[in-house]
């Protein structure tokens, strides 16, 4: 496995303060995150996998190599990062894959239990547009299942418009024209 060089639209890392004050380190993912990420996954609840992936299956080894390990032309992921008993681990993962438009980015965040309900989702989610925008993406679209509070509030709270999926009475699309204004506070 080798690491893609990194894109020089990739932002900087950073590190954000939680209401606790636990220091939480906010980077790019890079290959060499395939560990932190089995042990990301592994460790989220039976609710969290099914809400972001909206099936009961678990990612294969394959789909975290691919998570992992991004191409810098196309996407970007970011990650959020702890020190725990002095190694570091992953806590949270936000990232943009763009589709068949430059322009149009679909959107995925997911935030281990523990995490949820922090801000951190809020945090994530806010360097990621400002990323995305610095990246030529203007619009971002995701999918939520319709009892995913959670997400929908988080995406209600960042400006995204919520609409009801035509295809599927249990899932909500979200979408954000990025060349409006952000509804919540900067993320640096």
Avoid: H
């Avoid at 972001?52 to 998570?67: H, N, Y």
């Avoid at 763009?98 to 809020?122: F, Y």
Wanted: aromatic letters at 4%.
């Amino acid at each position: 496995m080798s690491a893609r060089p990194q894109s020089p639209l990739q932002p900087p890392p950073q590190t954000w303060l939680a209401a606790d004050g636990t220091a939480v380190n906010i980077r790019p993912i890079c290959a060499a995150d395939l560990a932190l990420e089995v042990e990301f996954v592994a460790g989220l609840s039976q609710r969290s996998l099914y809400q972001r992936l909206m099936s009961a299956r678990t990612p294969t080894l394959e789909e975290l190599r691919r998570f992992a390990d991004v191409d810098p032309e196309r996407e970007l992921g970011l990650v959020a990062t702890v020190q725990t008993e002095g190694r570091e681990r992953q806590v949270g993962v936000v990232r943009y894959v763009r589709e068949s438009s430059p322009e149009r980015a679909e959107i995925a965040v997911v935030l281990a239990d523990e995490w949820q309900g922090r801000g951190l989702g809020t945090r994530l989610v806010l360097s990621l547009i400002t990323a995305a925008r610095n990246a030529g993406v203007r619009r971002l679209a995701g999918t939520a299942l319709s009892t995913n509070e959670p997400a929908l509030a988080l995406g209600r709270k960042l400006g995204f418009r919520l609409a009801a999926d035509p295809r599927s009475a249990t899932v909500t699309n979200l979408t954000l024209d990025l060349s409006a204004g952000l509804r919540s506070e900067s993320p640096m």
